[in-house]
């Protein structure tokens, strides 16, 4: 990408901005961290203390006092024309309202709190990235945080050694019952599940795949190895849910970017996929991706078994009170009242269902999903707003390759509870940021544009 040469990109980088580059490349290390402060993550997926939670803390602070006390400063507001940050909050006071129905109250201030905080980062880095120059190096910046998880990975496929200390990839222990029954072992990376660490990298790759097809030649190199990286770590994570996410985002990069040949490009990118799939089938028998294809026997076939039947107690739930649902953070202790009716769950094995749309209908019940379900339509329809009125072929290639990597977060939310996904809000937010930039150097409305042209 190359710098825009209007005058906005020419204006002295902004303290705000280093510390967010910084967010972005700490992303990976957060649960390494946590897991050597408190050994291990509580069942609901809440992370705790984390350093990019930390930092984020840290940022919301100085943009508070330059918004409050500097003069020269822009002031900390959100952009109420849009719907996506008036849905946002709908989304947060659903959260609060299906309290009114739970329980147990106490479990919902975790969860609560926690997307308040993606809420106030989304504020954030829209309130930070105002210019090109600014959007280019984040979303650089933002890819760039690939670089440690993917090198994690390589780690563990060459040595077979885990490098969160927690785990150990040979048995995938969960509450003493061993997950993998055939001994081979799932690549999780710096992630606290393997399955977790293959979504962030999948939201990573719509971006990265723009990044690649734009780049010169010499930095082409450099994105295609770690292009390759991504590919090799979502493959080695054995989560087959999301193998077929490398073939969805990939399409859809190539197909809204403007690019030539892409009937070539898909056709390529087929091969190389078809190509390590058969590396480590045939010369890394020892990581299961051999297994989870062949689901009929062994700790694939339990997966699959085990959530289904989990996906029934989450419907089960969210029936049982159909307009707030039994309140967020309390699915894992209504679990154990739906056992009954599923005598071949292991009853020591608790677990959310791996879709984040189950659980939005069980916590939070219909009010909930349909505003969680149109927060997200509207995103999607700011993403492919941006193609299509974007100025120029790099500003067409960074929508093309925010609209892949959103695309891969719907798609991680219907195998993977990841309500919380910091990699899937920030693409969020360099969307709106993107739009904001775009609106400010054209003084129009991207949504007005569209009304105007129909």
């Known amino acids: 990408m190359t710098p825009s040469s209007s005058p906005a990109s020419n204006r002295p980088l902004a303290l705000e901005l280093y510390f967010l580059l910084l967010i972005f490349l700490v992303f990976p290390l957060d649960e390494l961290v946590a897991s050597y402060l408190f050994g291990r993550y509580d069942a609901s997926g809440s992370e705790g203390f984390t350093l990019a939670q930390f930092l984020t803390t840290a940022l919301f602070a100085l943009a508070m006092w330059k918004a409050l006390w500097r003069k020269d ?10 719907p996506v940050p008036i849905l946002m909050l709908v989304y ?19 969860p609560i709190m926690q997307r308040i905080a993606l809420f106030a980062f989304y504020i954030l880095v829209i309130y930070v990235v105002r210019d090109r120059r600014a959007l280019q190096l984040a979303i650089l910046f933002f890819v760039a945080s690939a670089v440690l998880s993917c090198a994690a990975g390589l780690y563990e496929i060459v040595s077979g050694n885990s490098v969160l200390p927690e785990y150990r990839l040979g048995s995938m222990v969960r509450e003493g019952l061993a997950m993998e029954v055939t001994g081979a072992y799932r690549v999780q990376g710096l992630g606290r599940e393997a399955g977790r660490q293959a979504s962030q990298l999948l ?24 292009t390759a990286l991504v590919i090799m770590n979502i493959i080695a994570s054995s989560s087959r849910s999301l193998w077929l ?28 996929l078809f190509i390590a799939f058969l590396f480590f089938i045939l010369l890394v028998p020892e990581i299961a991706v051999k297994d989870r294809i062949f689901a009929n026997k062994g700790a694939g076939r339990f997966s699959f078994e085990h959530r289904l039947e989990v996906a029934k107690i989450s419907y089960e739930m969210g029936r049982r009170k159909p307009l707030l649902g039994v309140g967020v953070g309390n699915f894992l202790d209504e679990y154990p009242r739906h056992l009954r009716n599923h005598l071949q769950l292991p009853p020591k094995l608790v677990s959310y269902p791996h ?29 492919i707003l941006l193609i299509r009125y974007s100025p120029g072929r790099d500003m067409k290639m960074i929508a093309a390759g925010l609209l892949g990597s959103y695309v891969g977060f719907l798609y991680t939310l219907n195998w993977q509870v990841m309500l919380g996904n910091k990699y899937g809000w920030t ?27 129909r």
């Open 73 to 82: 400063s822009e002031p900390l507001l959100l952009p109420f024309s849009d």
């Open 92 to 110: 947060i006071g659903a959260s609060l309202l299906s309290v009114l129905t739970s329980a147990t109250p106490e479990n919902a201030a975790g």
């Open 203 to 226: 939201v990573l790759f719509g971006l990265l795949l723009a990044l690649f097809f734009q780049a010169s030649r010499k930095a082409r190199i450099l994105f295609g190895c770690l």
């Open 245 to 272: 996410g490398l073939v969805i985002v990939p399409i859809v990069v190539v197909v809204t970017a403007p690019l030539a040949r892409k009937r070539l490009l898909l056709v390529s990118s087929g091969a190389v």
């Open 355 to 383: 879709n984040a749309y189950l659980v939005t209908f069980a916590e939070t019940g219909l009010v909930g999903l349909i505003v969680y379900v149109l927060m997200q339509a509207a995103i999607l329809i700011q993403i």
């Open 427 to 453: 693409v969020m937010a360099l969307a709106m940021a993107m739009t904001r930039i775009l609106e400010a150097e054209t003084h129009s409305n991207l949504a007005a544009s569209l009304d105007g042209n």
